[in-house]
């Protein structure tokens, strides 16, 4: 880091903007790690989407990891927030912290702090790899964790940028990380011998899956692809640092979430073809076990079977649970558009699908299976743009991030968080079909509950009803009748031109 880059950055930290980050980044040496994250993680032609930070995605994928230690580099507050989340969702493991101030980041001392730090946890009897990731304001300053050692007493030593200002997504920022992984394990698999799998090898070819999904789905993909005379290898990210030689050594790579860019090329790199799109409702299963077949040379025969075997039980599912009503869906898990064929398939209007993620080539087969049926698709779905189609479409049913369903629900539209709700039951095959339907036909069934709801709470919040006052509120003229807090019974003065917190 030179003494130019150290001291233009002096006082760049989290408010300090996207632009003013990336221009310190640029000056402090970082500009390949921006070019490269720029090239993998496109934000045009829309504004980089609202999420949360993206670092988000990287320290959960190290933090389900056994025998990891995940280690932040950052602002207080950031780490604040992003360990908050992490344990919010449950993770069992601790966040590691190296915290600096102006001056060791400015000295360069920070970087020293974090070489000292994964000296310390580096024992090989407790971690297999330690992961540290740079937040905004170290990228931005050039903090070289590339000089970090490769491993330290055996332990690997992994380190990532993942600042706000250069990956738009958590979803992406999951990839930065597995992508990582995949490079250090494909160079120790090239050094030689490397540890099998817990359960030991497969003695059939295998299909990594690329994308985390429901624990059941991976079971569900392998019956599957039983008739193919495969199974399926692991999910990546993967749970465990030596799950990762084994997915590169598969015979093709499913990438079911479709924007693991940096993953698929380490794969690539490894010789390995990559099937996009995922076994979800009819067409979608019969398409993808083609293209697997294909890509595994399986024989003609073997590929029929499965469908034969598959198909109707999926056909079936979908003709006992069928789903009418007009909805929308918006998200940023990177599944978006495999739920919208479901729900299509399943019988439903979905005139819009938003995400947050970029469009890849590995999306294509859904993207173009969606446009043929009229579905209007829009790749990094800005919080305005997922609003504005429920407005326009209004829909029986809104799926989508909090505040999409806060705003559909505001209008009495029921609405389904795409995470919690959706995310979290399986999507493929013939247990998809059915599965889908009876969360969506509950909520589509909640529109009388609504309308009950808004007549109730008619004029709570709005108006009158909001805002911050400055003085106690003094009662209407008596009109005989006694006077609610609903019905208003006060006119007090809004105070300033803003209502609300
Ligand atoms: S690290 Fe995350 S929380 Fe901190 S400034 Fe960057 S994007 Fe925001």
């Excluded at 030689?245 to 015979?251: G, I, N, P, T, V």
């Excluded at 079911?256 to 299963?285: C, L, M, N, W």
């Excluded at 709700?421 to 247990?431: D, E, F, Q, T, V």
């Amino acid at each position: 880091m030179s003494d130019d880059a150290t001291l233009s950055n002096e006082g760049v930290g989290c408010h300090a903007g996207a632009d003013e980050l990336r221009r310190a980044a640029e000056a402090a040496g970082n500009s390949d790690v921006l070019q490269r994250l720029a090239t993998d993680y496109p934000t045009g032609p829309h504004d980089q989407p609202q999420t949360m930070c993206p670092a988000f995605g990287s320290l959960r994928v190290g933090l389900r990891m056994r025998r990891t230690a995940s280690v932040l580099c950052g602002s207080a507050c950031c780490v604040y927030g992003l360990s908050f989340t992490s344990h919010f969702y449950g993770a069992r493991r601790s966040v590691g912290y190296v915290p600096f101030d102006s001056e060791t980041l400015v000295t360069g001392k920070l970087f020293e702090d974090v070489r000292e730090a994964v000296q310390q946890l580096s024992d090989p009897s407790k971690y297999d790899a330690v992961v540290v990731m740079n937040l905004c304001v170290p990228t931005a300053s050039g903090v070289p964790l590339r000089l970090l050692p490769k491993s330290q007493n055996g332990v690997r030593i992994i380190g990532i940028d993942v600042p706000g200002f250069g990956v738009p997504t958590h979803a992406e920022a999951k990839d930065v990380l597995a992508s990582a992984m995949l490079r250090y394990a494909r160079g120790e698999a090239e050094q030689g011998p490397v540890q099998a799998p817990r359960g030991g090898r497969s003695e059939q070819p295998t299909v990594t899956l690329l994308g985390e999904m429901f624990p059941a789905d991976p079971v569900g993909i392998g019956a599957m692809l039983a008739p193919l005379g495969l199974s399926t290898g692991p999910v990546v990210p993967t749970r465990e640092w030596r799950e990762l030689y084994a997915a590169l050594d598969c015979a093709a790579v499913a990438a079911i979430h479709p924007y693991y860019t940096a993953s698929i090329r380490e794969f690539q790199k490894a010789g390995r073809a990559v099937v996009g799109s995922a076994p979800v409702g009819y067409d979608g299963t019969a398409a993808w076990l083609d293209a697997i077949g294909a890509a595994c040379n399986v024989a003609a025969d073997k590929i029929s079977a499965a469908k034969n075997a598959f198909l109707p039980a999926i056909k079936g599912a979908m003709s006992k649970a069928p789903i009418d009503g007009t909805i929308t869906v918006s998200g940023y898990e990177g599944s978006e558009l495999l739920v919208a064929r479901l729900l299509i398939e399943s019988g439903a209007r979905v005139p819009y699908v938003g995400t947050a993620t970029p469009r890849t080539p590995w999306s294509d087969a859904d993207r173009e299976w969606l446009e043929s049926k009229g579905v209007v698709i829009q790749f990094r779905a800005t919080l305005e743009q997922d609003k504005a189609a429920v407005d326009a479409v209004k829909p029986d049913l809104a799926i989508g991030t909090t505040p999409v369903v806060q705003h559909a629900k505001e209008q009495s539209i029921p609405a389904l968080y795409f995470t919690n709700l959706i995310s979290a039951r399986p999507l493929m095959g013939p247990a998809g079909a059915g599965s889908l339907a009876q969360v969506v036909n509950a909520a589509l069934g909640n529109q009388a509950r609504f309308d009950r709801m808004t007549a109730f709470f008619a004029g709570v919040g709005e108006g009158d009803t909001a805002g911050v006052w400055d003085q106690q509120p003094t009662p209407r003229p008596s009109q005989g009748k006694k006077p609610t807090s609903r019905s208003g019974s006060a006119k007090p003065q809004r105070k300033g031109p803003t209502a609300g917190g």
